[in-house]
């Protein structure tokens, strides 16, 4: 059986990886991809805890996120078309105004 | 063993691959290897006894959330993601600086021991079978929230279709041609046309100023406008 300090650390690593690229990317796609590798973390941590206390709950909850994930994905996709249609770039800091 | 063997693996390629999404210049290139770490995240699952969602991550994110990234990296025609200057060098390195952080903080909180209650032996989940076990839980103790996962789903392909819509279809032409109509004062059909096919065809003032601007925008953004017989049709 592995040990749940493993998957919680690799889960840790993951969330971690997601946070720089938000950080450090600047392409809004790109940044898309990284909340994605944070959410993707945090199922792990679920499924891991859900194998170490034996309960069916945390999977359940996988699920539900995932579910959420697809939804905030063609949300946010539809988003940056919208928004390189208008300004020709999906770059943030090119992207620093709320008027349209 | 056979399985931490596999576990150690497959974590090793998630993380190389999740390094590489964001590292890479090349979003399509980003983009692949996001599938790969996903890929290897369902390898995980099924290590961690979660069959069901294994399988569900390889369907869900590698088919069909990283179908739609790829659509639209082409769709958009992306060039590269090119990055130059001290305020972007300096951006990069406060980023690099706070995820050291907080993998510090992290690393902290995995090496104390917490006490997270009784380890359940490993048959207790597996034995009716993962994915009837998971069917047996949403519809009964998460019933509802399962329905209303329906609603969130419903209300997401709405906006998606509503956000994603171009601009000349989501009736700006439809509104500007409706305030004409109804600010003519005559409903002669030979007039509404002369008016609909040109705009200065009608005197000043009959159009607030504001319907103008919007019908000046919608015609600059190479709106097509469409004869009076499809009016209804819309």
Not at chain 2, 15 to 36: G, M, Q
């Amino acid at each position: 059986m592995i040990p749940v300090g493993w998957s919680l650390a690799l889960s840790a690593a993951l969330f971690t990886i997601g946070v720089v690229g938000v950080l450090v990317r600047r392409n809004a796609i790109v940044i898309f991809m990284s909340v994605e590798l944070m959410l993707n973390a945090g199922n792990l941590a679920f499924v891991a805890f859900a194998r170490s206390m034996g309960s069916i709950d945390g999977q359940v909850f996988v699920f539900f996120v995932m579910t959420v994930a697809a939804a905030e994905v063609a949300i946010g996709l539809a988003l940056i078309v919208n928004l390189f249609r208008l300004r020709e770039s999906v770059f943030v800091d090119e992207i620093n105004l709320l008027k349209g | 063993m056979t399985a931490q063997i596999l576990f150690a693996a497959l974590a090793a390629v998630l993380v190389v691959s999740s390094l590489l999404v964001i590292l890479h210049r090349n979003p399509v290139t980003s983009a692949l290897f996001l599938v790969s770490a996903f890929c290897s995240l369902a390898g995980i699952y099924l290590t961690l006894h979660a069959e069901f969602l294994g399988m569900v991550q390889v369907i869900v994110y590698a088919g069909a959330i990283m179908v739609l990234f790829l659509f639209v990296i082409m769709y958009l025609n992306l060039q590269h993601d090119l990055e130059t200057g001290v305020q972007t060098a300096v951006r990069r390195g406060i980023g690099w600086i706070a995820g050291a952080v907080l993998l510090a903080e992290a690393g902290l909180l995995v090496s104390k021991r917490w006490a997270v209650g009784p380890i359940a032996p490993p048959e207790a989940v597996a034995t009716p079978g993962n994915t009837q076990a998971i069917g047996i839980a949403l519809y009964t103790r998460y019933l509802f929230p399962f329905e209303i996962t329906s609603m969130v789903l419903l209300v997401a392909m709405v906006g998606a279709i509503v956000i994603a819509r171009s601009r000349r279809e989501r009736g700006d032409e439809a509104t500007v041609r409706r305030v004409r109509l109804s600010a003519l004062p005559d409903s002669d059909p030979r007039v509404r046309t002369a008016a609909l096919a040109e705009p200065s065809a009608h005197p000043e003032g009959t159009l607030a100023k504001g319907d103008r601007e919007t019908y000046e925008i919608s015609t600059s953004l190479g709106g097509a406008v469409t004869p009076p017989g499809e009016e209804s049709s819309r």
